[in-house]
Each structure stands twice: as structure tokens, then as C-alpha cells.
């Protein structure tokens, strides 16, 4: 029974018809007799899945066919060690910080080479995207990294920075498949599945293939080379071969519903019931701002920790779990990821109002 509404950061919830649909074919893949976890990645059977795949998110993000597609593993965390590795030609690259993981993919790139601080929202706990219309960048430097949806602070890049021509490395791990990109503009984007796309394990990368070199830095592991990968079409060794067929499903799923223009516009309908009731609450507030609010995690908080962890408790009661805030920022964090209904957004929001008007929280 699905008697809860998941409100998890991620590994997060995913579409129903999707599991049941793997559910159905778990014992016999396409009259295989074997489940998809049980089939060989050399083998016919697996090859059409990957293939398919990945044609199918070509088609779905407008991929130009200059962008190579890659399935790999170690983590969105591990491509913050990967970038430097293969992209550090002068040991130079800007990094604009607005939240923890930018943060942490900076002091990694810091061990490769002089790394600038393009831009930062750090001095203000993250709460907003700082402009990023002209970056100082210098000459020299390899690439620009920016972290596209902050999914601690619950802020989101609403435009591109301005690289002044620099290739632009972006993390879309919780923003990934939640609207349309333009991917020309972005040198590599890259994100781990476990928010909008699959279960944990499988991280994708998406980049211009000029960007795949044998130049990489001296005792770069054979594992942690792009080219390696691209050329073996991502079979150098043994794939996440179960995400993938999920991640596949999962955009089988959005093409059902008519894309990613739509289900942008589906998104934004959600985020704006949360949004809108905290705009009007005098117990909730945001704590994002504005301008920069996510529509895939929304951050909130009370004016005390013992009413914030009082709601917590008591909305799991309700069936609204996981929506403790992370630790580096506290309070409420509710992410509204692609599978995530309105109906979830709705409960939680006539639930807030419950709470608020029931005047609980009045004695903490
Ligand atoms: C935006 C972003 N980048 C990177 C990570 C780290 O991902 P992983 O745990 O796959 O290394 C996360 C995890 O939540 C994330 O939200």
C-alpha cells in the first residue's frame, strides 16, 4: 500500500505506473525468462535497452548530435573529482558557489589546480543565486562550474550565467528532467538519477564532444576518463544495467505526458500551491528567496525548532514523510520532484494550514 506522500530530497519518489510496470516485468523481461537485474550488459536484450535509452532522452532534451551520453557510476560526488581530471588544461577553473554542493565540488577541484570563486551566495546562507550577468572569469581558465538547483537551500539558476565563452559545467542532479534546457548552452551537464530519474547508482553526463580528450591529468584512473567510457559507449565495464532500464521507463513516462514543456508547466503548478500558502502564512515562511526559489525543493521553517519538529512529527501522522529540512539549514524541506502529484502538494499544504490553525504551537 502507497499510503504516504514522499517528500524525500532522494533517492525520492517515483511515478507509480513506472513500478508497477517494473514490478510486472521483474520475473520475465520481454519473455526472456530472466528479470532485467539477471541479463548479461553484452548481451542483445540489455544493448536495445541502453540504446533506446538513450535515443529516447536525445529526442526528449533536444541533444545535439555533437553531445556525447554517458552512463556512469561513483556518484554525482565523483564528478566533482572527474571534471578537474579531464578538463584542466591550464589548471584554472571559476566556481560559482550557492550552496553545499557546489561548495563541495570546489574543495575537490581545489586539490587539481588554482580554482576562482566566479561568484558566491555563501555569506548569506545560500538563500538566493547571485547575479551572474558578467563574471569576472580569468583568461585562462578551463571551465566555469555552476550548480543548477541547490537541493539543501531550495534555490535555482532562473538563467544562465554569462561564462564570457567559457564552457560552462553544470549540475542538474535535482532539477534534472524537471523542464526543457538548452543543452548547447552548457559545455557538460551531468547529474545523478536518484531525484527525478531512477534509483540511486546511476549518474548521467552530457557533453560536447570536444570537450573528450587523452589529455587528462597525469595518473587519472582508467575509470575516471571520460574518453574511456566514450568510447566503449559506456560499457568499458559492468553498467548500473537496472537504473538504466528504470531511468528509460521514467522518460517513456514523461513522453506520455506530453514532455518537458509540460511538465515544467506541471511543476510550477505544484510548486506555486506551496508557495503561495506560505506567501500568506503567519506561522511557515520560505526561506529562499524570491527570485531564486527552486520548484523542486521548497525550504521552510517556523520561527522555533521545537514548533518545526513538532510539525514534522506530526505530519508523518499524516502521511507526509521525509520532509525534515537538512541539516546545514534546518526546518522543512518538501521536494516536489516530477513524480510527486499535485494531489501530495495539496495534502501537505491543507495539512500546514491545519496545523497553523489549530494554534499547537502556540505553547512551544
Ligand atoms: C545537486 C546535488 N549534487 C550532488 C549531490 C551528491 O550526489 P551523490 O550522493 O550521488 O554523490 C547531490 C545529492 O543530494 C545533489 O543534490
Known sequence: MRNVYNFSAGPAVLPKSVLQEAADEMLDYKGSGMSVMEISHRSFLFQSIIDETEQDL??????PDD???????????????????????????????????????YEEAKRYG????????????FS?????????????SDYVYMCENNTIYGTKFHC???????????????????????????????????????????????????????????????MLQYK?????????????????????KVIKWIQSLGGLEKMKGLNERKA???????????????????????????????KSDAVDAEFIKQAEKHGIVSIKGHRAIGGMRASLYNAMPIEGVQHLVDFMREFENSGDYYAK
Open 128 to 140: 538566493y543565486i547571485p547575479d551572474c550577468s558578467d563574471l569576472e572569469i580569468d583568461q585562462d
Open 58 to 63: 536525445r529526442i526528449l532534451m533536444n541533444i
Open 228 to 248: 574511456i567510457h566514450a568510447d566503449k559507449k559506456s560499457l568499458y565495464n559492468t553498467p548500473p544495467t537496472y537504473n538504466i532500464y528504470m531511468v528509460g
Open 160 to 222: 544562465c550565467p554569462n561564462s564570457h565563452g567559457k564552457v560552462l559545467v553544470n549540475d542538474i542532479s535535482s532539477s534534472f528532467l524537471s523542464e526543457p534546457m538548452n543543452v548547447s548552452d552548457y559545455g557538460m551537464l551531468f547529474g545523478g538519477v536518484q531525484k527525478n530519474l531512477a534509483p540511486a547508482g546511476l549518474v548521467i553526463a552530457i557533453m560536447h564532444k570536444d570537450l573528450i580528450s587523452d589529455t587528462v591529468l597525469s595518473n587519472t584512473p582508467t
Open 114 to 125: 588554482k580554482i576562482n570563486i566566479a561568484a558566491s551566495s555563501e555569506g548569506d546562507n
Open 272 to 302: 506555486a500551491v506551496l508557495y503561495d500558502y506560505l506567501d500568506s502564512s503567519s506561522l511557515f515562511y520560505g526561506l529562499a528567496n524570491a527570485g531564486s526559489r527552486s520548484l523542486m525543493n521548497v525550504t521552510f521553517r517556523t
Open 67 to 105: 553531445y556525447v551520453v554517458l552512463f556512469l557510476q561513483g556518484g554525482t560526488s565523483l564528478q566533482f573529482s572527474m571534471i578537474p581530471m579531464n578538463f584542466m588544461r591550464n589548471g584554472k577553473a571559476d566556481y560559482i558557489l550557492t550552496g553545499y554542493w557546489a561548495k563541495k565540488a
